[in-house]
């Protein structure tokens, strides 16, 4: 089974449809992210926990807002999609405590189409 | 601000060698990291360098010059798998919390 899942795989919304993309981890970590991924864009952090208890914008969290419900999960939501949210947005994990790198563990991605 | 910058696409024969470079620029620097994706796929970890030097992990290595804010990406003996976009990632500390920045990737194409 994969370390880290997300729900849904595909989505196709319309405008000003709200809309929750969801992130689960078994690999026991603290941290974890919501990115997006545009062509030619690279990766780009939309929004970053790392406890329950400590969530953090990243640099294009307008749009955007999260939970961190538990360790294991974290939701992401767009409260009135729009067009340009269209992207594969990704989750990570990570874990400093036990990792000095921080190498971040990527779920499979959600590919999200605003119509 | 923070910025990292590195070639949009790299086309190499398979059994070459091929450099991917990556210049940086940011406050609070820990270390520079290379992650791998494969179209359709999830980006994956490869190698992390914090310190001045030459890593090697197999075929790859990855190189750091701090003084230079540079690093670079070297695969070796290529192959078809190895086409996919590579992206340098730095590890900062702006604002008092620690992230990664990721560039905005190296396409790279191996070609028979």
């Known amino acids: 089974d994969a370390d880290v899942t997300q729900t849904p795989r595909n989505r196709i919304t319309k405008t000003g449809k709200r809309i929750m993309l969801e992130c689960s981890q078994t690999k026991g970590h603290d941290r974890m992210y919501w990115y997006r991924q545009d062509p030619g864009l690279g990766l780009r952090l939309i929004y970053y926990?790392?406890?329950?208890?400590?969530?953090n914008k990243g640099e294009i969290s307008d749009g955007y807002s999260v939970s961190r419900q538990a360790q294991a999960k974290f939701s992401l939501s767009l409260e009135s999609a729009i067009p340009n949210q269209t992207a594969l947005y990704f989750c990570?994990?990570?874990?400093?405590?036990?990792?000095?790198?921080?190498?971040?563990?990527f779920g499979p991605g959600t590919r999200l189409t605003v119509l | 601000g923070q910025s990292l910058e590195q070639p949009s696409e790299v086309t190499a024969v398979e059994g070459a060698i091929v450099q991917i470079n990556c210049t940086y620029q940011?406050?609070?620097?820990?270390?520079l990291s290379w992650y791998q994706q494969h179209d359709g796929g999830a980006p994956t970890f490869l190698s992390y360098n914090a310190l001045d030097g030459l890593e090697e992990t197999g075929r790859f290595s990855s190189f750091l010059s701090r003084s230079d804010s540079y690093g670079y990406l070297l695969l070796q003996e290529l192959q078809m798998k190895d086409s996919a976009s590579y992206f340098c990632?730095?590890?900062?500390?702006?604002?008092?919390?620690?992230?990664?920045?990721f560039g905005s990737g190296t396409r790279l194409l191996v070609r028979p």
């Open positions: 926990s790392f406890d329950v208890k400590d969530i």
């Open positions: 940011t406050s609070g620097f820990y270390g």
């Open positions: 990570a994990t990570s874990d400093l405590r036990r990792d000095s790198t921080d190498t971040q563990y």
């Open positions: 990632a730095v590890r900062s500390s702006s604002d008092s919390s620690y992230k990664l920045i």
